[in-house]
């Protein structure tokens, strides 16, 4: 289905307004420059623009569907500039410049939601919550991982696998993971 | 929990972390395999939930003033081109055969057998249309495998693919523009985008297209290549 038809900017732009904190701080997360994180949400967005938004109801909610196309951009964004070396060095206090208030019951929302997620992944043992890291946020394969720490690429998937596992289940006994996902 | 070759790439997967060649392999494996979906199905609520990790900031207000910029200025343009879109001014003759700019894997794809109706339309700066005068000798020249397509070039500016008998792109895959310029392979750009319901797609071609041979439009993964995967459904060359 399409969210938003190409001669309607008013419904582009509600979309925009309700997802673009989540894909800014993501973009960010992983990219950790400003001027890239912002092309990354503008790539994103001006791609689900010109697609008219196409949705697809089986993967998930808008959210994660919006999100998910950020997080190919962002990975994109990666690979493209070896940003891989130059990412650990963001942009300074920049965080704390853009850091969501708590103005509005969504941005609440979002940040209780971030607490219960980083918990979750507080409960993983560090070299489980490392390899998720480096993939997801680093935008590392698996064979880039491995070489990086050293360690066989079947211990980097087995270590991935089981993370996500147990982050699954913390979630759910947080009582988190609906919300998260809906 | 599996224990066949695939039970670890799971994980690899939702994170995106596998080798672009085990994706293929894995999805294929994933129809056939319940427990790997079953598996899937439940890691996924993780993996959905890792982008909630990051800090939440506000992205900065002149973000959504660019986007927005952007977003008004094309749908005026659309809603300009309006009828005349649609309308084809004349058919050419092509270059050259469409598989003799292609690698011989898209040359063979019987898809392009049914290359169809040439149209053209330039638009100027501001969107206005300047008519079938302004065409006269180096009209870009549009083919497309399935339905019609027609590349505005706005003077001084990007250009517009417009199509109109596009199949979607299938799930998890869309539509990317890609840049060939004489004796180099297709560049890619950023330029992705889906089919309407009805068929119809219209997406902005990135940059000048001075110096570019042919655009190209083909079936990629949802994402983007760096390489094109599949034949091109639209072969445009720029005036």
Not at chain 1, 1 to 26: I, K, Q
Not at chain 1, 118 to 128: F, G, S, V
Not at chain 2, 31 to 56: G, H, K, M, Y
Request: net charge neutral; hydrophobic share 40%.
């Amino acid at each position: 289905m399409h969210l938003v038809a190409r001669t309607d900017p008013r419904a582009f732009e509600c979309l925009y307004e309700r997802h673009s904190g989540a894909a800014f701080s993501l973009a960010y997360r992983m990219v950790g420059k400003r001027g890239t994180a912002e092309d990354v949400v503008q790539e994103a967005f001006l791609n689900l623009w010109r697609s008219g938004a196409r949705y697809e109801r089986t993967r998930g909610s808008v959210r994660t569907w919006v999100l998910g196309i950020v997080h190919h951009r962002a990975i994109d964004a990666l690979r493209r500039s070896t940003v891989h070396d130059k990412r650990r060095a963001g942009d300074e206090g920049i965080e704390e410049r853009l850091e969501a208030k708590e103005r509005t019951e969504v941005e609440v929302a979002r940040r209780d939601e971030a607490r219960t997620v980083r918990a979750a992944m507080d409960t993983l043992p560090a070299e489980q919550c490392q390899v998720i890291e480096l993939a997801y946020f680093g935008g590392f394969s698996h064979s880039e991982i491995a070489e990086l720490l050293s360690t066989p690429i079947g211990t980097i998937k087995g270590r991935m696998r089981l993370g996500l596992e147990k982050m699954r289940n913390a979630l759910v006994a947080a009582g988190g993971a609906e919300g998260l996902i809906a | 929990m599996t224990d066949h070759e695939f039970t670890d790439d799971v994980g690899a997967y939702l994170l995106q972390a596998l080798a672009p060649d085990e994706v293929a392999p894995f999805e294929a494996h994933l129809e056939t395999c319940a427990e790997c979906r079953r598996e899937l199905a439940l890691l996924r609520v993780a993996a959905d939930a890792l982008p909630n990790a990051a800090v939440q900031m506000t992205p900065p207000p002149d973000l959504k003033d660019r986007i927005m910029a952007v977003v008004n200025s094309e749908a005026e343009l659309l809603q300009a081109a309006g009828a005349r879109a649609d309308e084809p001014i004349r058919p050419r003759e092509r270059k050259r055969r469409f598989a003799g700019l292609l690698p011989a894997a898209w040359s063979a794809r019987p898809g392009l057998a049914l290359a169809a109706t040439l149209m053209i339309l330039v638009l100027g700066g501001t969107g206005a249309l300047l008519g079938r005068s302004a065409l006269d000798g180096n009209d870009p020249q549009v083919t497309a495998a399935l339905g019609e397509a027609k590349l505005i070039q706005r003077k001084g500016g990007h250009s517009t693919l417009v199509a109109t008998g596009l199949r979607p792109p299938g799930p998890g895959r869309v539509y990317q523009v890609w840049l060939k310029r004489p004796g180099q392979d297709p560049k890619p750009t950023n330029a992705l985008f889906g089919a309407r319901r009805d068929g119809s797609a219209s997406v902005d071609v990135p940059g000048s297209l001075q110096g570019v041979e042919t655009v190209l439009v083909t079936s990629e993964p949802e994402g983007g290549s760096q390489k094109p995967t599949t034949a091109p459904v639209i072969e445009a060359h720029p005036a």
